[in-house]
């Protein structure tokens, strides 16, 4: 398995998707089921994570004259 610290939001995104489809069709063992709740439960929060640090660099883009992208602030780069 892939380091979930190492997942693009997308490679996440479709793990979480495989380990929500697991656990709805019910047909693994309890163990495997706790383990998969956690894997899952790690992966929404790096889902997350990706997603905040998206949104952070969206709000620092900057516009120009005419309301034109001119960059990004320097804050928290």
């Known amino acids: 398995m892939t380091e979930i610290a190492a997942m693009?939001?997308?490679e996440a995104m479709k793990e979480l998707e495989t380990v929500v489809g697991?656990?709805?069709r019910g047909d693994v063992a309890l163990e495997e089921s706790i383990a998969l709740?956690?894997?899952g439960a790690l992966l929404r929060a790096?889902?997350?994570e990706r997603l905040k640090a998206?949104?952070?660099?969206?709000?620092r883009i900057t516009l120009?004259?005419?309301g034109k992208p001119s960059g990004t602030t320097a804050e928290g780069l």
């Open 37 to 39: 709740y956690e894997r």
């Open 8 to 10: 693009s939001f997308e």
């Open 54 to 59: 998206a949104e952070e660099k969206v709000e």
């Open 22 to 24: 697991k656990l709805e």
């Open 64 to 66: 120009g004259e005419g």
């Open 46 to 48: 790096r889902c997350e």
